[in-house]
């Protein structure tokens, strides 16, 4: 596949990094990336990825755009209240760059539906908003062997890692099961500054465009936090011993998707 | 002695166990922190009986869930 001139055009700035240059620009062109949740997190990622030329991007989430969304969720915008997420997002997506297909899913992401959802795609971003979501992100990659990048905001604090088969930990080596319901605080109960999603979402999609082009060191065994308050970053070493995890490790005792409880504000989007 | 607590060295009394530092931290919510110390996880079930040692690196690792749907 030859670059039109156009493409030639949109992607100069791609095109003259030695570390992507045409063929690079080509992996992303032909590179599938799913988007769970078109919230927060996922707004600036969906964004980011499709300005950068995706070729496919898919992206799940059940909600319809709120009014209070539009604080922090910029790719919607105020016309799209009442709209489905998703289709508000890949009207978005299209407008930003015609190159890219966009697969909506209007629904949520379950035990039942999320292994054949996530098979199609090279890379998963989990911008879910809620322990349950995350957890299944986590453990359907890993049975899939799919890499996904986990992310987390809330207040003024993110934080951030990448899970890739075989290459250190994933989400429940650190964090061994959810928190009961409403234990932690998540969703309504707590808020969050809007331009913390643009921050640790585009460090998602930062992970998601080095692994397609295959540059650079992923946020494999590292958990990145954020304290916007004291604007600090923090990459903090994870335990590289995957071997007792009932997911990913030598003798999993989970072998089968688990739904958790949803918390009261469920939905996935943040 | 001198341990390094996320990232910042500070003066704690010799015996000082994980149990005791998450108290002295003032750890928030702390059934649902991960801890590891140099690299490695330390149980919950093993914070009492974790006795810290001169140059120990202590990490606590939150659930971070997500901002407002
Ligand atoms: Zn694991």
């Known amino acids: ?270 | 002695m001198k341990i390094t607590v996320a990232g910042v060295s500070k003066e704690v009394a010799e015996g000082l166990t994980v149990a005791q530092l998450v108290i002295d931290e003032n750890v928030e919510m702390p059934q649902y922190v991960t801890v590891t110390v140099n690299d490695d996880f330390v149980e919950h079930d093993s914070f009492e009986g974790t006795v810290l040692k001169e140059g120990d690196s202590v990490e606590f690792l939150y659930f971070m869930g997500g901002g407002a749907v």
């Open chain 1, 1 to 270: 596949m030859a670059f039109t001139n156009e493409q030639i055009e949109r992607y100069s700035r791609h095109i003259i990094l030695k570390e992507v240059g045409a063929k690079g620009q080509k992996k992303l062109l032909n590179a599938k990336v799913l988007i769970i949740g078109a919230g927060g997190l996922g707004a600036p990622t969906a964004m980011y990825l499709a300005a950068a030329g995706v070729g496919t991007i898919g992206i799940a989430d059940a909600d319809e755009v709120d009014l209070s969304n539009l604080q922090r969720q910029i790719i919607h915008q105020t016309a799209d209240v009442g709209k489905p997420k998703v289709l508000s997002a890949k009207e978005t997506m299209e407008a930003m760059n015609p190159d890219v297909k966009v697969i909506p899913y209007h629904e949520f992401i379950t035990s039942e539906n999320i292994l054949d959802i996530i098979k199609d795609y090279d890379f998963i971003i989990d911008g879910t908003d809620n322990f349950p979501a995350k957890f299944l992100i986590n453990d359907a990659c890993v049975m899939a062997g799919k890499p996904f990048s986990h992310a987390g905001i809330i207040r003024f604090q993110g934080q951030l890692m990448t899970y890739v088969p075989g290459q250190g930990p994933c989400y429940r080596c650190v964090f061994k099961e959810p928190p009961p319901k409403d234990a932690v605080p998540t969703c309504k109960q707590a808020g969050v500054i809007g331009a913390m999603g643009g921050v640790i979402g585009s460090l998602q999609a930062m992970e998601a465009v080095k692994y397609i082009l295959g540059v650079g060191d992923l946020l494999t065994g590292y958990l990145l936090t954020y304290d916007a308050l004291k604007m600090q970053f923090r990459k903090v070493k994870l335990p590289s011993d995957t071997h007792g995890c009932a997911v990913c490790g030598d003798h999993p005792t989970i072998t089968k998707l688990i739904d958790y409880e949803q918390a009261e504000c469920d939905g996935v989007g943040l």
